[in-house]
């Protein structure tokens, strides 16, 4: 076997591009240039990315992922695989070719449905999310890098059409995992148009919103001890107070201290440290903690999106609905940047000497 040969196959094996589907193999432009007859350079790789995905992949596709009955014809999967970049190229190569369908409506359809139901699952399972935090899970869900590995565990990569961009003045460089992200919404939106709403909810929900995102990690405090006191008094309990619950080794080299933030007889929270003020620090952030992840339990979760009918039909008539009962809005927002990083300003507001006066009644 030659070097062109080996290549065209190795090039092949890795695009998944069968070579029983092809007419002929290795083709003409690989050996002879058509017009003349001479040896002509030839490119593998844009070779390989320019032929269409094995049928029976595209089936074996839509089977894996659950979804047989919607992307019942193949040219529907290969349309939800392929990139809007992979025009360029095969003008470049076939100019007298028409265009192939692209997902590009898919994907900007199915990126507003999958914003969609992460905020509103969010906003309902963790009422007291503040709306910074909010966003940022939202992205964790349903941003381009999860859905790039959420297509990659579908096994689209195979499958994917695309073409690689340089950055623009009008537009970033086009990365693999920003292909490979449009698949996930496009499928979205398939199920939408085909199905329903509500088919479209449940097939986000199983695909991102089940998996488990680290939300503490999103809440970062300049000041705990501070806006713990605020939010406490902002929803009319007592001053939190600070108490030493356990200690050892104090006069040691390791000493570790236990601090519990009391409101009343409720306690808020409790961290350790090395330092009386390392551990109170940590409580303060734990009782935060607390407060803004409260979870709504699954058994009372309800989203505004599952009222819709799960069939196809008009929703502006009056049909059968599924009753809903909204959830709470909550009343918790951090006042501080998180870490020190936004680079926003926040308003001056009083001391917490300043608050003590002011609650005696007197002038400052």
């Known amino acids: 076997m030659g070097h062109v040969s080996k290549r065209l196959y190795s090039s092949a094996s890795k695009l998944a591009v069968s070579t029983s589907q092809l007419k002929q193999f290795p083709p003409k432009e690989a050996i002879l240039r058509p017009d003349s007859g001479k040896a002509n350079f030839f490119d593998p790789e844009s070779w390989a990315t320019l032929q269409p995905p094995p049928t029976s992949a595209l089936t074996a596709f839509a089977h894996r992922i659950g979804l047989a009955n919607v992307l019942s014809s193949t040219d529907v999967v290969r349309r939800a695989c392929t990139h809007k970049s992979f ?26 449905l999958m914003g969609l139901f992460a905020s509103e699952h969010l906003h309902a399972a963790y009422p007291h999310l503040p709306t910074r935090v909010l966003k940022a899970a939202v992205s964790a869900h349903v941003g381009p890098l999860t859905c790039a590995s959420v297509a990659q565990e579908m096994g689209a990569v195979p499958l994917l059409r695309w073409h690689r961009q340089p950055t623009t003045p009008m537009s970033p460089a086009l990365l693999h995992s920003d292909a490979l992200a449009s698949i996930p919404r496009a499928i979205t939106a398939l199920v939408y148009q085909e199905i329903s709403l509500q088919s479209a909810r449940k097939f986000v929900q199983s695909f991102f919103l089940s998996r488990q995102v680290d939300l503490r990690s999103m809440i970062k405090f300049r000041d705990p001890k501070r806006a713990l006191i605020e ?70 979760l309800q989203v505004a999106s599952s009222t819709f009918p799960s069939k196809q039909g008009n929703i502006y008539k009056t049909g059968s609905e599924t009753p809903y009962t909204p959830g709470m809005l909550g009343e918790a927002e951090i006042l501080y940047a998180s870490s020190g990083r936004s680079n926003i300003v926040a308003p001056k507001r009083p001391t917490l000497e300043e608050i003590e006066a002011k609650r005696e009644g007197l002038d400052v």
């Open 231 to 300: 939010t406490v008094e902002k929803f009319g309990h007592e001053r939190p107070k600070s108490r030493l619950l356990k200690e050892t080794g104090r006069y040691s080299n390791s000493p570790v201290f236990v601090v519990g933030i009391f409101s009343g007889q409720d306690k808020l929270g409790e961290g350790f440290g090395s330092s009386l003020k390392m551990a109170e620090y940590r409580a303060a952030e734990d009782s935060l903690h607390r407060l803004y992840l409260t979870r709504t339990p699954d058994h009372l």
């Open 87 to 112: 025009v360029n190229l095969h003008a470049k190569y076939y100019p007298s070719s028409p265009a192939p369908p692209t997902n590009a409506n898919l994907a900007t359809l199915g990126n507003a």
